[in-house]
């Protein structure tokens, strides 16, 4: 439960933990801020953490560590093969999922490439709730087709639905018949979403999903990355899993799926990947790649002083006062901006929050990208670094068409145990800037667009020079602030 404040209006999340190890920040002046966009293609990946205030450009690996953890990795059995360190880790995920059937890859897209290798051949489909960007790569890289079905509910910018990851269950039964379950390479459920502002699903979607797989004879595989906080969102926002032991979620999730997979670099704080399963059948399917692509079976291309965190980390993911703190941030923060009328997607989800560019600046075609403009905005406004989670995210049809994103996102991500909330008002006060000057914002156009993830490496400019523009703005309203 959140600890209640005496006066109400002090009412903030309150943190269970306290802070043991710092990292100095910088906070470059604006006119360098603008410096350090420009010379990175307008792209937020291709900055440098020297020129970063706040990194929000991710949750993936960069949370903060607890002394647990820390102390494990000291305890880790570099072996090639036979690790104790493997032995604990198995011995993590039979105390979280319960079952016996563990493969190690190096991260969360290592292990989605392997289950494409297993699962997809050309010409096949696979349904999921959304997709994310590395699966989608490899499915399609295989020949196979990702099919979106997300309940129309999910791309709601601002609604009160607690659960807008869920699949619309109609529409997954009918597209098994109309593909044929031969043609279905697996059923994937991605809880929470990534691309969709981190939105939950709920346990009666995913048991929903689940019966329909073994009805129709279909393989169901459950993206857990980013597990944790949609756990936190079931047990806070749904009837049935209110009084439910968090452990008690996670083993009736892992014994509904035949599949679960996840990046470590989320669920469970530390880095890597695994995937697990009740039945020996689905992880002996998959062995063969893990030697061929990642490293033996006992450390899957891991330093296995990460596999000591992973395995300490994931005990963690079943402790209320830890997991409640990425979302409940997340909340803060869109509720800050909410109060002040910027735009965010609401309720708010995990991960990050996600600011909806489609309305900062309306009038900006999808081809001028809004969401990555707002991004750019962002950081000069106050060295804030997020991510593009809109059509630049996106790939190119292939006959070279663009395929618009359904939602054009700026997600700010909020990575577990790492800022203070000072920060978090910091940012709020920053991004209300921005929106107050969101007259200025124009748009990108590509100087390099590399052809696959594009958003990864590819370099954008301005168009026109609103950002010189933006800059004298900020010096006219901060004066001599950072
Ligand atoms: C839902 C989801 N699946 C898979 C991945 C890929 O994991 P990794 O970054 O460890 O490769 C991510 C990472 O962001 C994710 O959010």
């Known amino acids: 439960m959140p600890v209640k404040f005496y006066k109400p209006e002090n009412q903030v999340p309150l943190e269970m933990h306290k802070v043991r190890v710092v990292q100095k920040l910088n906070l470059l002046k604006v006119e360098d801020r603008l410096r350090a966009i420009q010379e990175a293609g307008n792209n937020t990946f291709l ?25 494990a ?42 289950l494409a ?61 109309k593909f044929t379950p031969e043609k279905v390479a ?52 749904e009837p049935m899993c209110k009084y439910m032991e968090v452990k008690e979620i996670y083993r009736l999730l892992a014994s509904r799926f035949d599949i679960i997979y996840f990046s470590a670099r989320k669920l469970s704080f530390s880095r890597g990947g695994f995937i697990l399963s009740s039945d020996p059948k689905w992880t002996d399917m998959m062995m063969e790649f893990v030697p061929l692509y990642e490293g033996f079976l006992t450390y899957g291309g891991m330093e296995v002083r990460s596999i000591e965190a992973a395995a300490q980390g ?14 409940e941030f997340i909340a803060y923060l869109a509720k800050e901006l909410d109060d002040y009328g910027v735009p965010v997607i609401l309720p708010a989800g995990g991960l990050g929050c996600h600011l909806n560019c489609t309305e900062f600046v ?19 406004a106050g060295g804030i670094r997020g991510m593009e989670r809109g059509t630049v995210s996106e790939q190119r049809e292939p006959d070279g068409t663009e395929r618009y994103a359904e939602l054009e996102l700026q997600r700010l991500a909020v990575p577990r145990r790492v800022f203070t909330l000072s920060q978090i008002k910091y940012c709020a006060d920053r991004v209300k800037w921005v929106w107050d000057n969101r007259s ?43």
């Open 362 to 380: 309306p009038d900006m075609p999808h081809n001028q990208y809004p969401a990555a403009a707002v991004g750019a905005a962002v950081f000069i």
């Open 117 to 177: 290798e297993a699962f997809v051949k050309p010409g096949m489909k696979t349904l999921m709730n959304f997709h994310f960007t590395t699966t989608k790569a490899h499915i399609t890289r295989l020949g196979g087709e990702v099919i979106e079905l997300v309940d129309p509910k999910g791309l709601i910018p601002q609604s009160d639905d607690p659960f807008k990851g869920d699949f619309n269950l109609q529409n997954l039964r009918d597209a098994i018949d």
């Open 73 to 114: 990795m000291m305890t880790a059995d570099d072996s090639y093969a036979g690790s104790e360190t493997w032995n604990r880790m198995k011995a993590a995920v039979k105390e979280v999922f319960g079952v016996d059937n563990l493969l190690p890859a190096h991260q969360g897209r290592a292990a989605e490439n392997i």
């Open 314 to 327: 994931l005990l963690e993911s079943l402790d209320m006062e830890y997991i409640n703190q990425g979302p």
């Open 440 to 482: 200025l914002i124009g748009g990108l156009q590509w100087t390099m667009e590399p052809k696959v993830l594009r958003f990864f490496f590819g370099r954008m400019k301005e168009i026109g020079y609103w950002q010189e523009q933006l800059v004298e703005k900020f010096k006219a309203d901060f004066g001599d602030s950072l």
């Open 186 to 237: 697996f059923v994937r459920v991605e809880a929470g979403t990534n691309l969709i502002g981190g939105q939950p699903v709920s346990l009666e979607n995913m048991l929903a999903v689940t019966d329909i797989c073994h009805e129709k004879g279909v393989v169901s595989v459950l993206d857990a990355s980013l597990l944790q906080d949609n756990v936190y969102f079931m047990k806070t926002r």
């Open 47 to 71: 900055l440098q953490n020297k020129d970063i205030y706040m990194d929000m450009i991710t949750d993936s690996g960069v949370n903060g560590m607890s002394d647990k953890q820390t102390a």
